[in-house]
């Protein structure tokens, strides 16, 4: 899609991971999944300072890496609903560590997310 990605000539495995979550929404998309199926209104409303635009490029982004699942119905009017893969349930764990990781960083904004999957 759209997004530059680090160029990987020595095959690091920490730079093919950043290609693959990296970027600022990724995460924060998969988060909001968890355990859930949501819509594209409901995964908007959800990440608020995200824009539709931004949304949509990222989810048919994740879509395309395998990362979500995205299940269209034919209802009038039509129904989407985006839910995790097995691989994107995988990161589940690793963003719960992240979470508890930076637990105490101060990074000086009024904004404190709550982290919490269960």
Same mark, same amino acid.
């Given at each position: 899609?759209? #997004? /530059? @990605?680090?160029?990987?000539?020595?095959?690091?495995? *920490?730079t093919?991971?950043?290609?693959? =979550?990296?970027?600022?929404?990724?995460?924060?998309?998969?988060?909001?999944?968890?355990? #859930? /199926? @949501?819509?594209?209104?409901?995964?908007?409303?959800? *990440?608020?300072k995200?824009?539709?635009? =931004?949304?949509?490029?990222?989810l048919k982004?994740?879509?395309?890496?395998?990362?979500?699942?995205?299940?269209?119905?034919?209802?009038?009017?039509?129904?989407?609903?985006?839910?995790?893969?097995?691989?994107?349930?995988?990161?589940?764990?690793?963003?719960?560590?992240?979470?508890?990781?930076?637990?105490?960083?101060?990074?000086?904004?009024?904004?404190?997310?709550?982290?919490?999957t269960?």
């Amino acid at each position: 899609m759209g #997004r /530059k @990605l680090i160029e990987n000539y020595n095959e690091c495995p *920490i730079t093919h991971s950043m290609n693959i =979550v990296g970027n600022k929404w990724t995460s924060i998309i998969v988060y909001t999944l968890a355990d #859930r /199926k @949501l819509r594209f209104g409901e995964l908007a409303i959800r *990440i608020d300072k995200i824009s539709r635009k =931004v949304l949509s490029n990222e989810l048919k982004e994740m879509e395309q890496r395998g990362i979500i699942n995205r299940e269209s119905y034919a209802e009038t009017p039509p129904r989407v609903e985006y839910s995790l893969t097995k691989k994107g349930e995988d990161l589940l764990p690793i963003l719960n560590q992240l979470c508890a990781w930076s637990k105490g960083i101060d990074l000086d904004s009024d904004d404190q997310s709550n982290c919490s999957t269960s």
